[in-house]
């Protein structure tokens, strides 16, 4: 199992390594959630490292994307870059067209539920599938015995619950009449519910729209030896994460920190997701619309 | 080939009303695989039902099966698949890989991608095409000269929504209601967490007030971009809403009906005619979603503020007394002798009369309808057809 990190600045790369990244997953101009702005022009700098780099392509793609998809897919062809973790089927579509399908890792957070995904997209000949991130361990296990694509699974890092293409925090200055900077890309806001007053759920607004996230950020150290059975890749999540937390997490993957001493450290900001938490198919009785 | 108006039906009342007047087909949820399975209450034997009811006035019943399946979902999925098809359902609705080709191997099912799976561009509508989806549901999110541009390119048939709620993330892209209540959004859970009252803060610092930070989105309401879809031969114009009641279901349905066969017919009204009689059953505060391209505060819903009907639904004609000219009407809402009362036939015909005398079914005289689902009767000269509505004038 390859331990894939989000690359912010050229000058970890060698730190990152030493702590036991594989692949280096390097944000696109057609990547939403970005965390390394200027990484995609470097490269070739990248390259000379010698490890395997991912390309990120998660926004929805619209029509005015097919061209720069059209750029960032023709890129891919070169042997250096080994992925393309694609956010929406369309980049598979047109990574066939060009020849680099068996490159693109589908990961759209929430599709890939179920057994037959993985034969499905086996047999389109891409390179695997991001397991979805609301499932349970046991869910995720049952896809392992019948594995046929390559498996992924973001196990760590905030995990976002909710895509919008709606710009939420500009419109919301608008409607409040407060003329603000910085708005996008700015990893500060929080939004808080009435009736959850101890959690607060990162908000944040990019050019590709608004995306919200967990509390609590998502953890897989106990669970990470069951997972590496069948994973093929593991994707250490770094939005809102501090560098130093965020290299204290890999090593920990990589036995170089003990998680013990990690939860010590950082304890209050994770939780296990839905490793161990079913969810309900149908709505209660709670005031719904 | 003319445009099909596609009407969403929560129950067989529901569905038999929107058919009644003037939709040319119904989707509806079953017991299972479906996001409203929680409302739905319709059994095999009722889906058999109402597709013999469509099919015998030339109409069409569309089953949505679009959940995102989890491998504990999957058992009988083939065998619903195959008495679908058996009872000639016209086409299944859904969005995982799995239901596709389950259908594909066992049935002749016409299968439609649902707007759960948001297609965004042409590239992707064509693929599923060619993966043997006949339509594609396209998602919300899409100005209308991006539809424009997926229509000149795409192989698939596409489907439009025009009314309704909306999903303020792209739809089948929100695990919100799983994390928070621990209700699964794409398997029917959806708890609608987007649309409770939040702060917003920066760092530690607060900057909403009182709650006053939401996510929620006004309804889409479509009518002034109706005649460019039309223009641009969209094979379905989508209403969402199987929640809602039978006099929504009559009153927006009609209300599209009518623009759709003005269009065809050459005599389009000013828009605000159509807007207006949607008006008489919306609830909630509506826009024109994306069709202008990026929201802005207009499409959003600040202040939870409910729209009030500007006619109330008092009852449903259930019948009508021809030797004694008394019509018999199935109470919905509280009136009463003299207060002014519309009604409103799946025909579009509208009549408005002051009530004189309510009877209960012994005859006697009523001071007042007061009890839901009560039947009394009134005084009426003409012949009102079965399922015609009944609303409140109300004054300004």
Redo the contacts between chains.
């Keep these: 199992m390859k331990f894939v990190v989000r690359l912010k600045t050229i000058e970890e790369i060698t730190e990152l390594i030493s702590m036991g990244a594989d692949v280096f997953l390097v944000d696109t101009p057609l990547a939403v959630k970005k965390v390394g702005l200027e990484m995609y022009d470097l490269l070739e700098t990248i390259f000379s490292y010698g490890k395997e780099v991912y390309l990120l392509v998660n926004k ?4 005015e ?2 061209e720069p998809l059209n750029k960032i897919l023709s890129k891919a062809k070169d042997n250096r870059i080994t992925g393309v973790v694609a956010g ?3 980049v598979m ?2 990574a066939k067209e060009l020849g680099v399908a068996n490159k693109v890792i589908y990961q ?4 890939n ?5 993985n034969e ?1 997209f086996f047999l389109k000949e891409i390179k695997g599938i991001t397991i ?4 349970t361990l046991s ?1 995720i296990t ?2 392992f015995t019948v594995k046929k694509t390559e498996l992924s699974l973001v196990g760590h890092g905030f995990i976002d ?9 500009t ?2 200055f ?3 009449n ?1 003329v603000r900077e910085n708005i996008r890309e ?1 990893p ?9 007053k101890d959690s ?1 759920y990162p ?1 944040f607004e990019d050019n590709g729209g ?1 995306h ?1 996230f ?1 509390n609590l950020a998502l953890e897989s150290f106990d669970e990470v030896e069951e997972l590496e059975k069948a994973l093929d890749d593991f994707f250490i999540e770094r939005i809102f994460i501090g560098d130093e937390e965020y290299y204290d997490s890999l090593k920990v993957y990589n036995n170089k920190m003990s998680r013990e001493e990690f939860l010590e450290k950082y304890q209050d900001k994770y939780n296990k997701g ?1 490793f161990y ?8 009785e ?1 005031d ?2 | 080939m003319k445009i099909e108006l596609l009407s969403p039906a929560g129950n067989l009342e529901k569905a038999k009303i929107a058919l009644l007047y003037g939709a040319d087909a119904v989707y509806i949820g079953g017991k299972q695989f479906s996001l409203r ?2 409302a739905s209450n319709f059994d095999l034997a009722m889906i058999k039902e109402l597709v013999d009811f469509a099919h015998g006035i030339n109409k069409k019943v569309y089953i949505t099966m679009n ?8 058992s009988g999925l083939d065998e619903y698949l195959i008495y679908l098809d058996e009872i000639k359902v016209d086409a299944i609705i859904c ?4 239901v596709i ?1 389950r259908a594909k191997a066992l049935t002749n099912l016409e299968i439609h991608l649902s707007t759960q ?2 297609v ?5 509508a ?2 599923f095409f060619h993966e043997g989806v006949k339509r594609v549901v396209l ?1 919300r ?2 100005s209308l000269a ?1 539809i424009k ?2 229509k000149e390119k795409s192989l698939a048939d596409l489907e439009i929504f025009i009314h309704g ?1 909306m999903c ?3 739809s ?5 209601s ?7 959004a ?7 967490t ?10 530690d610092r607060k ?2 007030d009182n ?3 939401q ?1 929620s ?1 006004k309804d889409l309401e479509a009518t002034e971009f109706v005649k460019d879809l039309l223009d641009m031969n969209i094979s379905s114009l989508k209403i969402e809403g199987r929640m809602k009641s039978v006099h929504y279901i009559a009153t927006v349905v009609s209300a599209y009906r009518m623009l759709i066969d003005d269009y065809y017919h050459g005599a389009l009204r000013d828009v605000s005619f159509y807007q207006n009689e949607i008006k008489k059953a919306e609830n909630r505060q509506t826009s024109y979603g ?1 069709f202008k391209g ?4 207009e ?2 819903l ?1 202040n939870q503020r409910s729209e009030v009907p500007t006619k109330e639904f008092v009852g449903m004609v259930m019948g009508y007394d021809n030797s004694r000219n008394l019509l018999e009407i199935e109470q919905r809402n509280y009136f009463k002798p003299g207060d002014v009362l519309e009604i409103f036939t799946p025909d579009k015909t509208i009549v408005t009369f002051k009530v004189k005398n309510v009877f209960s079914q012994d005859d006697e005289i009523l001071d007042a309808a007061r009890h839901p689902l009560q039947l009394v009767r009134l005084p009426f000269a003409l012949s009102i057809p079965k399922f015609s509505m009944v609303r409140k004038v109300k004054n300004d």
């Design positions: 929805m793609i619209h029509e994307d097919v929406d089927l369309t579509v047109k759209p957070g929430t599709m539920t179920n057994s037959f995904d499905y979805s991130k609301e499932i869910e049952k896809i619950m909710f895509y919008s293409k709606r710009k939420l925090l419109n919301y608008i409607f409040k407060i700015n500060n806001f929080r939004l808080n519910e009435e009736m959850r607060y908000i608004t919200v967990r839905f938490q079913f969810t309900e198919k149908i709505k209660g709670l719904e619309n | 399975a929680r959940i995102v399946f989890h491998d504990d979902d999957i969005s995982s890989m799995i080709e799976f948001s965004t561009n042409s590239l992707l064509n693929y998602a999110e899409l991006e541009e997926i709620g303020v993330s792209y089948g892209r929100c695990t919100l799983n994390y928070t209540v621990l209700r699964d794409n398997r029917g859970g959806c708890a609608h987007c649309r409770w009252l939040y702060d917003l803060f920066e760092n900057i909403s709650h006053d930070f996510m989105s994306f990026e929201t802005t505060t499409q959003q600040y």
